[in-house]
């Protein structure tokens, strides 16, 4: 009897050591699920979404305060993949954050920009290059769209244009058969 | 010789119409007026302008120079002005322009100094740099630049095969440079044969190419073996070609450097010939003109000539509706004929309504699987086409789509008249499309985060500098003024009233400072006013002066 107490207490003190130490040595640093979320999300810091961010979105999903349709630029499909990750029903863009629009960048009308480093400090991915009393533009290629340089600037000489589609963004349509062959 | 072939899987035998265009040697085309040379015409970094608009240039100048690591130089194929830089439509399925440098030709066709290369006493990196400066190619239709394909990989390299197949119906430029000039074919394949340090060069071209075999046959060396291969579609394709040649089955993901092997067109050996011995850049290419033209045939042709200008040349039927470039299995419909000759061109094919008859309806597919039996990279092009339709992207990627060549073979068997190929491009393009705006978000985020960072960063400076500043001026003041009735008090209190203290004193010392200026030869009534105002202030002051003294 006693040995049977014994020898079970030694193998859960046995697996208890191996479990605790597990726990130490593969310990998951962060919340991967919020990692998945950020993956998710488009990036573009717009704060739409009312968080200062994608990431403070992320955490605000995972944590339940957020619902999963309130980010305009990853559109429809990001609410989809959304719903797919965490499980739960899809439901359409709320539009109190905004519409989906196509990607556009900002531009810097040089006439006009002043050179007051507003739009600088309001870009959120110091996508803007300029400096006190000279011409600022805009880095194209890091610009996500986000538009929130656009109210910070006290001439007004920012302009969101849509990005032109060029051969090398191109794309085959899906295919499709014109109506009058079919028939 | 007898050369142990193998066999690819699948395949289809369309009938191959090269006859036509094979009547004629290679003729010279009129020089246009205007030469449209697009800047990006290779895979990789699109060149950077050289030239302004005005400049006078020279043929086989160089007017754009190779940017980035993958890229390869631009040329002015013959001597004139630069009228323009500016996007025009480019020979592109979408029809949309891109960077063009236009140049009005002088008809002079006068050449940039020339000397043939020393070659052979260059260093690898040199030599490659020259064939990227002289804007080689791959002529084969990928247009991959040559230089990065000869850089000896981490294994030696053994074979250097060079593509002469030339599968597709119709186009037959291949066939017509092999046969009129092989001695430079296989002089350039020399020379590619030593970058490379291979120990054997294989030619495949197909059985239906008699003449040319013969001819590549009499030029060919010691060491350099032409192999007449079974005319199959798509023999020419880079992994279909070695594995019938060598047996060697490249697999997906995998380049054939990493066996050993590697792959060139027999376009590009002859250009590789023309840039070493002549000092020629890449200016001009052989071009096919066929289907429902008089005059079927292949030019020699300038690098940025309209595609009008050639095909008027073939003499194009009344009946022609529609005009592509690449054959009849691969090639794309031109949106506007207007569009250059750029050097992924073999060939310009005019169809009609019968000729290249519109394919029938589509209809439903019925699972038959003999798309998979005649697709020779081994795929399953039904699956990929019911993933392609239900924008099931990660399911298409995980069946392989990007080993898929879009040879046609496919849509050529489909009973159903399914267009395979459209779907598996649309599905391409939306995955590339995604790919490229998760590198996007990928850069959003890193200088998001680095920004947040830096502004953290910024606080937690400024709030140190201040903390510092503080303590300095705490010590100085505690140094300075040690007295013995605040030292009772702590000393961050004392400190704090010592400044007080001083900086009442240094107002009150302003304050006195200050005299009232203009106060002579006042008229009564300002003498009158002043005085009250340092009443009124007096008194707010809280203390007493002598009533104003009345004149």
Redesign the interface.
Known sequence: MIEALLVMAGIALALGAVLGFAAVRFKVQGDPLVDKI?AI?????CGQCGFP???PYANAIADGEADINQCPPGGDEGVRKLADLLGREYKPLNEEHGVEKPKAVAMIDEQTCIGCTLCIQAC????IVGAAKQMHTVVEA?C?GCELCVAPCPVDCITMEPLP???????????T?PIG??A | MLHKLFTFHGGVRPDSRKSDSTQAPIAALPLPAELVVPL?QSIGGTPRPLVRVGDRVLKGERIGAAEGAVSAAVHAPTSGIVKAIEPRT?P???G???SCVVIETDGEERWIEREPVPWKSMKGDELRDFLRDTGIVGLGGATFPSHIKLRPGAKPTHTLVLNGAECEPFITCDDLLMRERAGEIIRGAGIMAQMLAVERVLIGVEDNKPDAIAAMRAAAGDGIEVVAIPTLYPAGGEKQLLRVLTGVEVPAGRRPLDFGLQCFNVGTAYRVARAIDQAEPLISRVVTVAGNVDRPGNFEVLIGTPIDALLAAGRPRPDTDRVLMGGPMMGFALPSTAAPVVKATNCVLAGSPSLLP?PP??MACIRCGTCAAHCPADLQPFELYWFGRSHNFGKAQEYHLFDCIECGCCSYVCPSHI?LV??F??T???I??RE??KA??????E??????ERQEREKREKAERLAAKAEATRKKLATTEPTGEAAAASPAEEAKKALIAAALERAKQQKSSVKPRNTDNLPADKQAEIDQIEARRAGAEGRTVEPPETP
């Not at chain 1, 959120?124 to 996508?127: F, H, M």
Request: net charge neutral; glycine share 4%; proline share 12%.
């Open positions: 950020d999300l488009p990036q573009t810091q961010g994608c990431r959120p991915v110091d996508a890091e996500t589609e060029t051969v090398q963004s191109w794309k085959w349509k899906y295919p058969i062959k079919a | 990006h480019m592109h399925p979408s949309l322009p891109a519109p309806p589509e267009p459209d779907y491009r649309f391409k393009g939306e590339w499309a490229r705006e996007a978000a990928d850069l959003a985020r200088r998001f985060e680095a920004r947040n």
